[in-house]
């Protein structure tokens, strides 16, 4: 049944949220700080903000997360909540990734609203070898923890070769081979 709805809908959200680093930092000011310095900004900016949360990744690890993206855009998570779990799907859009709760996507498809953005900003790659993301929690549906844990598990289902292949690749390539309740084990649901 997931299989019909990834296959019939894909995501078309507006953005509400920055999508170039200089609508976030000054520029000039950022490309003048060492890389160390640039990471320790970064994630000190958004250590207080309870509506986003921020990471740094190596051009290397960038280049890793582009490509597996691009080639399997769609990702599905469990999330513990008090009472139960709940699922997000995300699909990822050029230098974004867009999240809502599967529920809402199997009812509205493309209509969904997104709750969680998170936006990779490359515009420091070539100079510090660094890129930077943020995620935007939107309307509140999620808090902070679950936003820092989503980001966490994304990254490394897309960074880590064994957990790519196994789930996001075959969700996205093999869906008839995919083993929905041997990912949700994976997170203790």
């Not at 949360?53 to 599905?76: M, Q």
């Not at 779990?85 to 050029?94: A, C, D, M, N, P």
Request: net charge positive.
């Amino acid at each position: 049944m997931l299989n019909n709805f990834l296959n019939k809908y894909k995501f078309a959200f507006t953005y509400p949220c920055p999508r170039k680093l200089r609508e976030i930092v000054k520029m000039s000011l950022f490309e003048r700080e060492s890389k160390d310095q640039v990471i320790s900004l970064w994630m000190e900016y958004h250590k207080e903000k309870q509506n986003n949360v921020a990471y740094v990744v190596s051009k290397d690890e960038y280049e890793i997360l582009k490509r597996n993206t691009k080639e399997s855009p769609l990702f599905l998570l469990p999330i513990k909540r008090k009472g139960g779990h709940f699922q997000l799907i995300g699909q990822s859009q050029t230098n974004s990734i867009l999240f809502t709760f599967l529920e809402e996507y199997k009812r509205s498809g493309s209509f969904s609203s997104p709750y969680f953005i998170l936006t990779i900003f490359e515009e420091l790659l070539s100079q510090k070898q660094v890129a930077l993301i943020r995620g935007d929690i939107m309307d509140y549906k999620i808090d902070k923890d679950e936003a820092t844990f989503l980001t966490n598990q994304f990254l490394q289902f897309y960074m880590t070769p064994e957990l790519y292949e196994k789930y996001i690749y075959t969700l996205n390539h093999k869906q008839h081979e995919f083993n929905y309740d041997d990912f949700k084990n994976h997170f203790q649901i």
